[in-house]
Structure formats: structure tokens, C-alpha cells
T-cell receptor, first 114, second 116 residues
Framework: AQKITQTQPGMFVQEKEAVTLDCTYDTSDQSYGLFWYKQPSSGEMIFLIY??????QNATEGRYSLNFQKARKSANLVISASQLGDSAMYFC???????????FGTGTQLKVEL | KAGVTQTPRYLIKTRGQQVTLSCSPI?????VSWYQQTPGQGLQFLFEYFSETQRNKGNFPGRFSGRQFSNSRSEMNVSTLELGDSALYLCASSRGRDRGRGDTQYFGPGTRLTVL
């Protein structure tokens, strides 16, 4: 079983600035994966970035990077150079070796301002 | 490559009725998972199908069921609808080969079900 915790219900950031969304996870499994998804008001979940528990380097995908600190069990999402279109709900999620069952955090509502 | 499609996008039903939702995965994907999203409970896993077999199941009552066809398309059925079943139902597909860790799930736009 895995538990995902996101402690920031809402965040504000100025356009073009960087923002970090926090995520901690709790699992006793050695093999697991962590994902971040973006959900705009339209409802569709958009995959952003993936980090495997055995990956030695932090994952990066364009303006998204994942600050993976295994000892602290944290997997924070960093968005560089925020854009107005980044305003959305962001979910951290995880899966352990037992299948494709994603466990989600409660999400962080990000608002990018001019 | 076409993404995950879900039909219908919106649905209104009354208590006691049943409903069937459909999901077509990305071409080549063999795993389909279903999730329920509500304001109170957040995102919860319903079940996963791979090669027409249910491979994983969440903690939902037996009124929630699903199936997968040979072309990987999946349907989800909810019988005897209750008010609490009002939710956004999301379907996600993945290759299914690398169970767990690296098998990224791609989501469809969802079906918004309202039970009156």
C-alpha cells in the first residue's frame, strides 16, 4: 500500500517565476513509481513526469523537473518559468510493484498571475 | 496517435437506474484502468483490466463492474445508482507490459455522471 500526501491546497505564483509543489509518499515497497499529473478545469488528467524508485537522477521533462529525495520520501514537482496556462490542479500519484493501481494525493491548485 | 476516448462525456441518471460508460484506449495499449473522482473522496481506483481479465480491484461495492473486449476497449457498469455515485469517471490506458513502476497511464477526458 502507498500513501501520497500533498500539504499545499493552493499556491500562487507570478508568471515567469519558478514554483515548487510538494509531495511526500509513504511505502514499504522498494520498487515504486511516482507520477505527476495536471488537471485543468476541463477535467482531463495530463501526464507530466515520472520518477522510478531506482532512478538515480531526477526526472526532467521540458519545464517540469522532479526533485526526488528518497531518504526523505519526497517527490516535489518544480515548474520553471510559469505560464498562465499552468493554472490547474496538480496531483502527485504513486504505484507500487503490485500493478497499475495509482494512489493519488489530494492535489494542489496552482494559480499563475500576471 | 489518438488519445484515450470516453463516451459519453456527460450523463444524467436517476437513482436506481444503471449506467454503462465506455473507454477506448490508445492504440497498442492493453491495460485499462478506471478511477472515480469526487470532491469529498478525491481520486479513487476502481479496477484495472489487462487482456480481458480484471487484474486489480479497488474498494468499491459490487454494483461497480467492468469488462474489457479483445480490442482492449473497456466498459464500466454501475447498477442501482445512488446519489453518491455522482462523480467524474476517468479511464486511463497504458501498455501494461511493465507492471507498476514505469507503466505510465494516460487519461481520457472523463465522463461526468450526475445522479438525481
Amino acid at each position: 500500500a502507498q500513501k501520497i500526501t500533498q500539504t499545499q491546497p493552493g499556491m500562487f505564483v507570478q508568471e515567469k517565476e519558478a514554483v515548487t509543489l510538494d509531495c511526500t509518499y509513504d511505502t514499504s515497497d522498494q520498487s515504486y513509481g511516482l507520477f505527476w499529473y495536471k488537471q485543468p478545469s476541463s477535467g482531463e488528467m495530463i501526464f507530466l513526469i515520472y520518477q522510478g524508485s531506482y532512478d538515480e537522477q531526477n526526472a526532467t521533462e521540458g519545464r517540469y523537473s522532479l526533485n526526488f529525495q528518497k531518504a526523505r520520501k519526497s517527490a516535489n514537482l518544480v515548474i520553471s518559468a510559469s505560464q498562465l496556462g499552468d493554472s490547474a490542479m496538480y496531483f502527485c500519484s504513486g504505484v507500487t510493484g503490485g500493478g497499475n493501481k495509482l494512489t493519488f494525493g489530494t492535489g494542489t491548485q496552482l494559480k499563475v498571475e500576471l | 496517435k489518438a488519445g484515450v476516448t470516453q463516451t459519453p462525456r456527460y450523463l444524467i441518471k436517476t437513482r436506481g437506474q444503471q449506467v454503462t460508460l465506455s473507454c477506448s484506449p490508445i492504440s497498442g495499449h492493453r491495460s485499462v484502468s478506471w478511477y472515480q473522482q469526487t470532491p469529498g473522496q478525491g481520486l479513487q481506483f476502481l479496477f484495472e483490466y489487462f487482456s480481458e481479465t480484471q487484474r486489480n480491484k479497488g474498494n468499491f461495492p459490487g454494483r461497480f463492474s467492468g469488462r474489457q473486449f479483445s480490442n482492449s476497449r473497456s466498459e464500466m457498469n454501475v447498477s442501482t445508482l445512488e446519489l453518491g455515485d455522482s462523480a467524474l469517471y476517468l479511464c486511463a490506458s497504458s501498455r501494461g507490459r511493465d507492471r507498476g513502476r514505469g507503466d505510465t497511464q494516460y487519461f481520457g477526458p472523463g465522463t461526468r455522471l450526475t445522479v438525481l
